[in-house]
């Protein structure tokens, strides 16, 4: 009786502590809450942050996805800027560089439709792109000639970057931009009276690509200044590339009705072999009827040529058995006696869009380099003809102009 007293919690002798109502709740709700903080900071090995989706979603709320920004978005501000400058020019700017400036709008006016449809009329509603008055005053100090021509080259530099992992239609629009962007940089730049060293600083893949030792040989090269013919002179440093069929076989094309993407790749890669030797040939005639520094430069180049041309050809042999290109190739342009080193030269804008071509059909390192490729060879053709490849073409192919047939001459030295 004595132990039954001493045990009741309500008899004035037990010296057991009394359970306070209400306290289990608590303890389970200071387990819970506890647990909860765990789960959110942790997220099960993950820190959520208050703005990311998963923290949203654990109160109920609809998550703000926000995309990446892509290239592409500073085309819009770009050419508001660009519209802004030619409406408050700095008081130092040339004829020359104004003419530059205006050239760019309508250049950057298709790339920006091309790319982002419907942008170019954003940018025309920026308070940037109103149209001067009698006596303007910005109101925010314009962008000087010199940032603006590297801020051009950044985003070309982003677009042709893009492209490397673009599907293979948008990296064909992707890198044809970005080149065409970085060489109307160089444009005002030059306008500008930038100097050589300023120049091949700006923003461009042979300054700001990333160089593996595989590939080390593109870059240069020592400097840009040694010559846009590096790209194609670089065939130590050439990725295994990918080669879908033979590239002109009547085997190819039955094998590209089966599989259409794999033949694309050994037709266009085919096409940059065969314009490749044509245009080495001309350029070993243009210099057996030339004398000095125009016969030394034109068998340089064909040399160029023709050893690029022949790696590739080395790379599908070893995978295909195929009929060889190089015979084919013996022919000349109509004009080539008259103007044989002209002639030869008109080819390079062709191989740079051939070249810009056959990179969307490879992947990875292969893809990375040819685009690479396809701007150095973009920049001799400019540098030789005086004008840029025409980019916006969307896809190219070899254009087939009246040729008379030539005859294979000896191996320059």
């Keep these: 009786m004595l132990m039954a007293i001493h045990d009741d919690p309500s008899s004035p002798g037990t010296t057991r502590p009394r359970r306070r109502k209400g306290r289990a709740p608590l303890l389970t709700a200071g387990i819970l809450v506890a647990l909860l903080s765990a789960v959110a900071v942790t ?36 050419l ?21 400036l205006q050239a760019s709008v309508a250049m950057l006016e298709k790339h920006v439709e091309l790319l982002t449809p419907g942008a170019s009329a954003a940018a025309e509603a920026d308070p940037r792109s109103a149209p001067a008055t009698d006596a303007p005053v910005a109101a925010l ?66 300054t700001n690509w990333p160089v593996d030792a595989q590939s080390s040989a593109v870059a240069g090269e020592e400097a840009p200044s040694t010559g846009a013919s590096i790209g194609l002179s670089a065939q130590e440093g050439l990725p295994e590339l990918t080669f879908g069929a033979c590239p002109t076989t009547e085997q190819s094309a039955s094998d590209a009705a089966l599989d259409p993407a794999a033949g694309q790749s050994g037709l266009l890669l085919g096409q940059v072999i065969d314009a490749a030797y044509s245009m080495g040939y001309a350029y070993d005639v243009a210099g057996a009827r030339r004398t000095g520094t125009l016969r030394t430069a034109a068998w340089d180049r064909e040399k160029v040529l023709v050893g690029f041309a022949s790696t590739l050809e080395g790379q599908v042999d070893a995978s295909w058995n195929c009929a060889p290109l190089r015979q084919a190739a013996y022919q000349l342009p109509a004009d080539a006696r008259q103007n044989p080193l002209d002639a030869a030269r008109s080819g390079e804008g062709q191989l740079a869009l051939l070249l810009r071509d056959a990179a969307a059909t490879q992947s990875g390192e292969a893809r990375s380099f040819l685009l690479r490729t396809t701007w150095f060879q973009a920049l001799q053709a400019r540098q030789v003809t005086g004008i840029v490849p025409d980019f916006m073409r969307v896809q190219s192919t070899q254009e087939s102009p009246e040729t008379t047939m030539g005859s294979p001459t000896a191996p320059s030295q």
């Design 141 to 206: 100090p314009p962008l000087s000639v010199s940032a603006f021509s590297t801020n051009l080259a950044k985003v070309g530099n982003n677009l042709l970057k893009a492209g490397i992992q673009a599907p293979e239609q948008e990296a064909r629009r992707l890198s044809g931009s970005g080149i065409e962007l970085i060489l109307q940089a160089r444009n005002i730049a030059s306008a500008a009276g930038a100097s050589a060293a300023d120049i091949d600083g700006l923003p461009s893949p042979a």
């Design 43 to 78: 997220g099960g090995g993950m820190y959520l942050q208050r703005d990311t989706p998963e923290w949203q979603r654990f109160w109920g709320n609809t998550p703000v996805v926000v995309p990446d920004p892509a290239p592409t978005d500073d085309l819009g501000p770009l």
């Design 80 to 100: 508001a800027d660009l519209r802004y400058m030619i409406a408050y020019p700095e008081s130092s700017t040339n004829a020359r560089t104004t003419a530059a």
